[in-house]
């Protein structure tokens, strides 16, 4: 499997439901971000997650991240139509020259049906 | 806020034609990425910047590609004689230091290569 794994790859929930992704990865991190991609367009940045951090919240997103088992998980709460979009998780690795770069998901794509 | 720039947001080119894409990173930053997406694939990393020589590249990044720093301010990649498969969204990012932990993304521009 590839690092920043994400499933499921696609989800369908009604407004109001709580939708919830998973992201796994092989290498260390230096954090975990994860990332709204509406069709086509920019990368949005949501929520960041420390190495060291294990569960952050920012409004109606919970980020949980499992260093032992290498996954984090997203979930958004109450979501609504307006969340329908691509959703990444991207690790954060030291490459060559100790310098830093951002490993990707596949993505899972989430439809918020009204 | 500041925010990372880039231009054009969307080319258009024959074929075996040269294109530059151009960013303009956050003025306090050190580090610069390009990143790719071919439509509806995940983002993948091409090359990694800092102290105007490249720090990282994958192997998507061949001869074909090149990135320069001309006048302290922008960034740019170079893609020497574009492929088909060299259509997709090239986003920009920029860092402050490594020590950071936020990459800020440019809105990415769109090449479709005819």
């Known amino acids: 499997s590839q690092q920043g794994e994400e499933d499921p790859q696609a989800l369908s929930i009604q407004e109001g439901e709580n939708a919830t992704m998973n992201c796994s990865y092989k290498t260390s991190i230096n954090n975990l971000q994860w990332y709204r991609q509406n069709s086509g367009r920019g990368l949005v940045h949501l929520i960041l997650?420390?190495?060291n951090e294990r569960e952050k919240h920012s409004g109606r997103l919970r980020v949980t991240l499992d260093t032992s088992k290498k996954s984090s998980s997203l979930l958004i709460t109450a979501s609504r139509a307006a969340d329908t979009a691509s959703y990444f998780c991207?690790?954060?690795?030291?490459?060559?020259?100790?310098?830093?770069?951002?490993?990707w998901g596949l993505g899972t794509s989430l439809a918020v049906n009204p | 806020e500041p925010e990372v720039t880039q231009t054009p947001s969307h080319q258009v080119t024959q074929m075996g034609q040269e294109v530059i894409l151009r960013c303009v990173p956050i003025?306090?930053?050190?580090?610069f990425y390009w990143y790719r997406q071919i439509l509806g694939q995940k983002v993948e990393f091409l090359v990694s910047f800092y102290n105007n020589e490249i720090s990282e590249k994958s192997e998507i990044f061949d001869d074909q590609f090149s990135v320069e720093r001309p006048d302290g301010s922008n960034f740019t990649l170079k893609i020497r004689s574009t492929k088909l498969e060299d259509s997709a969204m090239y986003f920009c990012a920029s860092i402050r230091g490594n020590s950071y932990n936020e990459q800020f993304f440019g809105p990415g521009t769109r090449l479709t290569v005819l």
């Open positions: 003025s306090n930053h050190l580090y």
């Open positions: 991207a690790t954060d690795v030291l490459g060559a020259g100790n310098n830093r770069k951002l490993i």
């Open positions: 997650i420390r190495s």
